[in-house]
């Protein structure tokens, strides 16, 4: 390829596309994009209400009984800014766009995006359901039982789903699998960083940058009982009787003849809901939150009429102080990423900004005269959100 001098829009495009193949957790889950945060005299603010699917109770026989229609939205605040800079030369402006690709850009996209999904894949402490094969290799069993718990959630059955193993699942179960990794209409797209292939209906990633999960100090057995029976619509904290062992955020736990019911039905699975920690927990008499809130009637029932009832034992999944690193089966609709336009300053040697598949990238150069130097700086603004967990399941193996 001939050389030629570099475009804002060539170098700020390319930049964007290597971005875009190393987002392995962000490219797999809802992105979200708006312009509006950038319009001068149209800014909506710091946040995005994503609406969420209305759910309504069926009626027996021929009696009108109507229902409020109540729309219920998650807000997505976009306030993260990361960026690199760099520094690079008139010169080094008249290279080829492979090779300024592989020498300044790709690198520098791929700590951007490290630290991009590095945040965002915190979300994974917000999923509440589980597949505990704490103490084994993971093996495909439990991948399949990982996608019956998204079928019972009513997870759409589409293209839409993926696997997300840590390195050491991936050393457990790719060489068992590898010949079902196999999908010949994907062999002429481009693939993510860490894609593996599809089977049994997921588009399998592993990932460096799962992150750790510590538990509290208490063993499975917890030792708590339910102080006061919690079946109020909406209720997120239960009053714990006196113990002495914490809960740490991202515990997963249970409580005795709390189950879950069908999506639609309602109808009782037999099935204990799992529910996840949602701030640490001191240990002793008190408030423990948690994630989902309970729904003993309407629409929205998600456990048994009883909900949890008083002196019910609480269980937790795992052991005290324990370290795990999950992997996960999720439909992308379990996670919104969204990006906003960041301005375009004045007065610069050049600013450029592209929108590619719902990631707005933008990259601005000023001029060093006494160097001969070009500065840089490639920014990202964004916000992450879990919004429907019941679509996504972690698998704790190990």
Known sequence: MSNTILTPSMITREGLRILH?????????????????????????????I?????????????????????????????SQKGVDVNFS???????????SSRILEPAMAVLAANIEADAMSMLLDVYNN?????SAINFNKLLTGR?????????????RAALLNTQDNVDLVDALKGLFQDSTAISKQYREGMMGRTAGFDFYENTLIPTQTTGTCAATT???????????????????????????????????????HPETKADTGTLQQFVVTADYAGGAGNLSFAPAIYTTTGQQNVVAAGMANGAAVTKVGGASAVYKPSMVFHQDAFAFATADLIMPKGVDFSAREVYDGISLRIVRAYDINNDNLPCRIDVLYGYKTIRAQLACRVLSN
């Open 131 to 135: 597949v505990n094969n704490i103490g």
């Open 148 to 160: 019956k718990v998204l079928n019972d959630n009513l997870t759409p059955i589409d293209s839409n």
């Open 51 to 79: 609406r969420l699917p209305n759910q309504y109770t069926v009626r027996s026989g021929k009696t009108l009984s109507t229902q409020d229609t109540t729309e219920n939205k998650v807000p997505l605040q976009v306030a």
């Open 21 to 49: 193949q190393k987002l392995g957790f962000v490219g797999n889950i809802n992105r979200q994009y708006d312009d509006s945060f950038a319009k001068s005299g149209a800014k909506i603010g710091d946040t995005l209400n």
């Open 223 to 261: 030792g708590y009982t339910v102080n006061g029976a919690v079946t109020a619509n909406g209720s997120a904290t239960v009053t714990l009787q006196t113990g002495a062992n914490t809960f740490k955020k991202g515990d997963i736990f249970t409580v005795v003849g709390c189950n879950r019911v």
């Open 90 to 100: 008139s010169a080094e402006l008249t290279l080829s766009l492979d090779d300024f």
